[in-house]
């Protein structure tokens, strides 16, 4: 992990941490690893899903006020 670029070492590091809090559902089972991996990866589309969600939201704003200073 020595090698990883600076910003991706960090990223990974604060995801590892966010994994580690839901420990409890994936430690006991009897292939941990893999679940632990599926957490990550919903984790991660946790974040694409509100960042899609505040683009949306974003572009629907603009698109009001492109419509509001044609009137």
Same mark, same amino acid.
């Given at each position: 992990?020595?090698?990883?670029?600076?910003? =991706?070492?960090?990223? $990974? *590091?604060? &995801? /590892?941490? @966010?994994?580690?809090? @839901?420990?409890?559902?994936? =430690?006991?089972?009897? *292939?941990?690893?893999? #679940?632990?991996?599926? =957490?990550?990866?919903?984790? #991660?589309?946790?974040? #694409?899903?509100? /960042?899609?969600?505040? #683009?949306?939201?974003?572009?629907?704003?603009?698109? $009001? +006020? +492109?419509? $509001?200073?044609? &009137?």
């Amino acid at each position: 992990m020595d090698d990883l670029d600076p910003k =991706v070492k960090s990223s $990974l *590091n604060k &995801l /590892l941490i @966010e994994v580690s809090k @839901e420990k409890n559902s994936y =430690v006991s089972q009897k *292939n941990s690893s893999k #679940i632990q991996m599926w =957490v990550a990866l919903a984790m #991660i589309n946790s974040k #694409i899903d509100a /960042l899609n969600e505040r #683009i949306s939201k974003s572009i629907n704003v603009k698109n $009001l +006020k +492109k419509s $509001l200073k044609k &009137l």
